[in-house]
């Protein structure tokens, strides 16, 4: 297997976080209706028409709520839509060829059920699409990726021996076959102008035998690497705004040494790796990554309400990431410092920047 492989910069660093979203349909028919929200506030206000400022505020705090066939987080200045209608859309119509109608409604209640239940993504459909992503780049192909169970397990770190992984893995792609996906981006949690991009599914025309999957992949998370596997010649114009997305050799190995992160290490790790450093420090073979630990925490999805908790989390999981070389301040300077104060800290964090040093820092982890 290969120790790296080429991957869109923006879709590691904004597409595949989506992925990272656990349980979004665990509780679908307790989750409030969008509407309903409105239309309470409305009638608290006594008014009959919620100004779109307030409806923001509404839906920022209430942070999920669903409309239709989406579920909806809500992160107030972007949220995220995750949409089962194909899925229901395809059972409904295998529900029109069962002639008995309660037969009809049985199945359909019970398969829609069945599989909301089964839509679980989280980290191992992340880890999993950065393997589909790897084995495209590496065929040099979006359409027919064939891969096998045991390379899948091999990426993963994983052994034959352990049975769970394959029903794991088996709903993963699932999830990453069914649910379509819509980000909106606001200015703020109370400005209301909005961009919406419809990403759609991450994988579709997907087959699956007893030893593999075989499989196509939406170009929009392929992102400007579709074009370094394409013969053919590009302007300098058309390079530029081709490739404007830029691009990373991801380290495969990563995928092994991250089984058990918790998911915030992982995301540290994936964006560490992600990020280009600061070009007025970087030098000697490494890159140096440097933000507020605020920012590192948001990155790692920290959001205990409490400032303590978010240190404390923060120092557990930024030691226990493999292909950091050192930080600045240190880590013992970290901890000296109050949690109010360490937030407000920038942050040095040094890696590597040779794959092959990279790669043997992590071998060495394994």
């Not at 699409?129 to 397990?153: F, M, S, W």
């Not at 990563?254 to 918790?262: F, I």
């Not at 990554?289 to 990155?299: G, N, Q």
């Amino acid at each position: 297997m290969k120790e790296s492989a080429i991957i869109d910069r923006t879709s590691l660093g904004e597409l595949l976080p989506i992925f990272m979203n656990r349980g979004i349909f665990t509780n679908y028919k307790a989750l409030p209706e969008k509407a309903g929200l409105i239309d309470c506030e409305c009638n608290r206000l006594g008014i009959t028409e919620l100004p779109l400022e307030r409806e923001r505020e509404l839906l920022s705090e209430i942070g999920m709520y669903k409309t239709n066939n989406y579920v909806v987080r809500d992160y107030g200045d972007y949220a995220i839509a995750f949409c089962s209608k194909m899925y229901i859309d395809y059972l409904e119509e295998t529900e029109t060829r069962i002639e008995d109608e309660l037969l009809r409604n049985e199945y359909t209640e019970e398969k829609i059920h069945s599989a909301l239940e089964k839509i679980k993504l989280y980290k191992l459909g992340h880890r999993l699409a950065l393997v589909i992503l790897c084995e495209a780049y590496k065929q040099r192909r979006l359409q027919g990726v064939y891969i096998t169970k045991q390379k899948i397990l091999d990426y993963l770190g994983y052994s034959s021996q352990e049975k769970h992984i394959y029903q794991d893995i088996s709903d993963a792609m699932f999830s990453l076959a069914w649910l379509t996906y819509q980000i909106f981006e606001y200015r703020t949690k109370i400005k209301v102008e909005e961009e919406a991009k419809t990403i759609g599914n991450f994988i579709y025309n997907i087959r699956e035998d007893t030893k593999s999957y075989t499989l196509s992949i939406n170009s929009l998370f392929f992102g400007c690497v579709e074009h370094l596997i394409v013969d053919k010649k590009y302007s300098r114009e058309e390079r530029r705004e081709l490739f404007a997305r830029g691009f990373i050799h991801y380290p495969t190995l990563l995928l092994q040494a991250s089984k058990n992160y918790s998911s915030a290490s992982y995301l540290l790790s994936n964006f560490l790796v992600s990020e280009k450093g600061n070009p007025h420090l970087n030098g000697n073979g490494f890159k140096v990554i440097a933000f507020k630990v605020s920012r590192f925490m948001e990155v790692m999805d920290i959001k205990h309400s409490r400032t303590a908790n978010r240190k404390a989390s923060f120092m557990n999981e930024l030691q226990s990431v493999d292909i950091i070389e050192k930080t600045s301040p240190t880590i013992e300077e970290l901890n000296n410092l109050t949690p109010r104060k360490l937030e407000n800290q920038m942050l040095y964090i040094s890696v590597s920047s040779s794959m092959k040093h990279l790669n043997q820092k992590i071998k060495s982890a394994l």
